[in-house]
């Protein structure tokens, strides 16, 4: 049984600031790379951000990246995403995601094609 679940997301105006995390259970999540997803309404998923097993690798979308951090706490089974700066096209589902293959594959690319289980997500409404 393996379960990944979402929280932190909700309303912010532009160039406010959440945190959100990823709760694993059925799983040590200190073996697998964790990424996160965000996926507007009638829109495709794209990558936000990945991180290594370890935590001591990070790969960001361009769109995110110098506002957006992840993190994790293996101890805690929790992966975390800090979104600062926020913008409206910051909005949409945002999902995190198991891949079970190497950093470098699950990674590289943050492709959702190179993730294998996946949370039921958290709204992220940026809105003033």
């Known amino acids: 049984q393996l379960q990944l679940v979402e929280s932190g997301g909700g309303l912010v105006q532009p160039g406010g600031s959440l945190r959100l995390s990823c709760e694993a259970s059925?799983?040590?999540?200190?073996?697998?790379?964790i990424g996160w997803f965000r996926q507007a309404p009638g829109k495709e998923r794209e990558g936000v951000s990945c991180?290594?097993?370890?935590?001591?690798?990070?790969n960001y979308a361009d769109s995110v990246k110098g506002r957006f951090t992840i993190s994790r706490d293996n101890a805690k089974n929790t992966v975390y995403l800090q979104m600062n700066s926020l913008k409206p096209d910051d909005t949409g589902v945002y999902y995190c995601?198991?891949?079970?293959?190497?950093?470098?594959?699950?990674?590289?690319?943050?492709?959702?094609?190179?993730?294998?289980?996946w949370g039921k997500g958290t709204l992220v409404t940026v809105s003033s």
């Open positions: 995601a198991v891949g079970l293959g190497s950093y470098y594959y699950v990674c590289s690319n943050i492709r959702p094609q190179g993730m294998d289980h």
């Open positions: 059925g799983l040590t999540l200190d073996y697998y790379a």
């Open positions: 991180i290594s097993s370890s935590g001591g690798r990070t």
